[in-house]
């Protein structure tokens, strides 16, 4: 599959790609290597891998990083309650020794966590690594021996290669800097607010019903938005729930009904203070311009 159909291909399920997007997604899935997206929240990096699932008919298998995530909860961990209960049993019948050790610390009575269940899967799943920027450095170790290798070590059981090479999709909000290790193993594009042109393909792709005057307007007006000083600047997913919130409340021109309009910022606006300090004059102000 060239870059033009896989860009044509996720542009039928909705997601409106970049030539650059395209062509990066297209030489992580060539050569096999796992993709960094960085940028700032809301560009739509997360949907990359829910629409590569989505094209390649295959499972997204998504792990969401956080502050002290750690092997257990992100590759694998003993069943210990299934493990107590088989080795009591094996007391009563009075067996010991290593042939009870040898039986619970066996593939039955290991918990498959995302990374792992990724990579025992027999058709190659997409494995999403979501924010991995807000895990602790040390997690970063974890990853370098599955993104190099596709292999996870277990102690107790050794090596454990993987059935299929997960598509490996990653996400960064930028909170922190990677190791050159983690980037050196992976291709990486940065992921900005889309253009005018772009975003208004996104929104007549998700929302084909709307208004064309209205979609115009919505978008140049989240677009002037944008340049404001706010805490929190509005993705593309509030583009989304903007115009359906607008369709909602039966409005066709955004300078028509200051007040109805004001009320819609709550799906644009996510903090007290932008909801402050964007005043029904600045509103009015960006919504003339966006007619």
């Not at 096999?32 to 949907?47: I, Q």
């Not at 699932?53 to 998504?62: I, K």
């Not at 340049?227 to 583009?239: S, Y």
Request: with cysteine; proline share 3%; aromatic share 6%.
């Amino acid at each position: 599959m060239s870059w033009t159909n896989l860009q044509t291909k996720m542009a039928d399920i909705g997601y409106v790609a970049s030539d650059d997007m395209s062509v990066a997604i297209h030489l992580a899935l060539t050569l096999g290597r796992p993709l960094l997206l960085e940028g700032a929240a809301g560009v739509g990096k997360t949907e990359v891998a829910r629409t590569l699932a989505q094209v390649r008919d295959t499972d997204l298998v998504r792990l969401q990083c956080y502050e002290g995530l750690d092997a257990s909860q992100a590759i694998y961990e003993w069943n210990y309650q299934r493990q107590l209960l088989s080795i009591r049993a094996a007391a009563e019948d009075g067996e010991t020794g290593k042939s009870v050790e040898s039986r619970i610390f066996s593939r039955d009575f290991l918990l498959e966590r995302p990374l792992l269940a990724a990579i025992t899967k027999d058709t190659p799943p997409v494995l999403l690594i979501d924010e991995v920027d807000r895990a602790d450095e040390e997690f970063e170790a974890y990853l370098l021996e599955i993104l190099s290798d596709f292999q996870i070590t277990v102690p107790e059981l050794g090596t454990i290669k993987a059935v299929s090479h997960p598509i490996v999709v990653l996400t960064s909000n930028g909170t922190r800097d990677l190791s050159d290790a983690l980037r050196r193993r992976c291709l990486y594009t940065y992921v900005d607010y889309p253009d005018a042109l772009t975003e208004l393909a996104i929104l007549n792709a998700r929302q084909p019903g709307l208004n064309t005057h209205l979609a115009q307007q919505i978008i140049g007006f989240t677009q002037g938005l944008r340049k404001e000083d706010l805490e929190k600047v509005p993705g593309i997913a509030e583009t989304l729930d903007f115009a359906a919130a607008l369709s909602g409340l039966g409005v066709a021109d955004l300078t028509a009904d200051p007040a109805i309009l004001q009320h819609a910022l709550v799906a644009l606006l996510k903090t007290q203070n932008d909801q402050a300090n964007i005043t029904t004059e600045i509103a009015q102000r960006i919504a003339g311009k966006a007619a």
